[in-house]
């Protein structure tokens, strides 16, 4: 898959536009998804700031993907996205039940972009943007 080069300038600019359209209430899962591409436009922002960098490469990019977690350990910020997430069971054509557990941050993106929802336990959609709000706090200081 090809990659494209971004601007440190494009990364805080994407984080707050991002971040101004995921702040909806109540929210539904087209405001998370880009509360999640805000945090993840974000952090890379932060990333690129902490390493004295104005592009974030394909290389860079090839690296991390979706996967805020990534990211997060290469900031030594000590948070971190819960892993094993859950939304509840499907069934399929013949009526087998099919588990969607063990969700990976990484692919917290697609639960929100398909429509699926977090179950609690572990962690539901509430409390997952929580999550997510605290991290904008910390990525607000970095950046401005």
């Not at 690129?48 to 104005?54: A, I, T, V």
Request: charged residues 30%.
């Amino acid at each position: 898959m090809s990659h494209q080069i971004f601007t440190l300038q494009e990364l805080k600019r994407a984080w707050r536009e991002l971040r101004a359209a995921s702040e909806h209430a109540p929210r539904k899962n087209a405001h998370r998804l880009l509360l999640f591409y805000s945090i993840e436009c974000g952090l890379k922002a932060v990333w690129l700031k902490q390493e004295c960098r104005s592009l974030f490469t394909s290389a860079d990019i090839s690296k991390t993907g979706h996967d805020l977690n990534d990211v997060i350990k290469s900031l030594h910020i000590g948070y971190d996205l819960p892993e094993n997430m859950a939304m509840s069971d499907v069934k399929d054509d013949r009526k087998n039940t099919i588990s969607r557990k063990n969700i990976r941050a990484s692919d917290l993106h697609q639960v929100w972009r398909y429509g699926g929802a977090l179950l609690h336990p572990p962690i539901d959609d509430a409390n997952m943007e929580a999550i997510l709000e605290k991290m904008q706090v910390w990525i607000e200081t970095e950046l401005l």
